[in-house]
């Protein structure tokens, strides 16, 4: 499993969709994390707590892949309305 930090309950924004499953979460997952910290270096994604039971840390995609992915969704949304 890979490890989660949850966002701030008071953050006020829709919550991000999963990098592997696309479900929203509150859960984020910090590629340089010590296991104690969210260690943010700009490059931490979404991904559901479901997921992160079972993904190894090599199943994470980069936020660079992550954040392509979640544009070409949006967009894909947005033609298909
Ligand atoms: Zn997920």
């Known amino acids: 499993m ?6 701030p309950d008071d953050l006020g924004a829709p919550h991000e969709c ?20 969210p260690n943010t270096q700009g490059d931490e994604v ?7 039971a079972r993904a190894m840390p090599a199943d994470m995609p980069s936020k660079q892949s992550w954040c392509d992915r ?10 298909a309305a």
């Open 2 to 7: 890979v490890n989660l930090f949850k966002e």
């Open 18 to 37: 999963c990098c592997l499953c696309g479900k929203p979460t509150a859960y984020w997952y910090f590629p340089h994390d010590d296991g104690f910290a």
């Open 46 to 52: 979404a991904c559901c707590r479901d997921c992160a």
């Open 70 to 79: 979640e544009y070409r969704r949006i967009q894909k949304a947005q033609g």
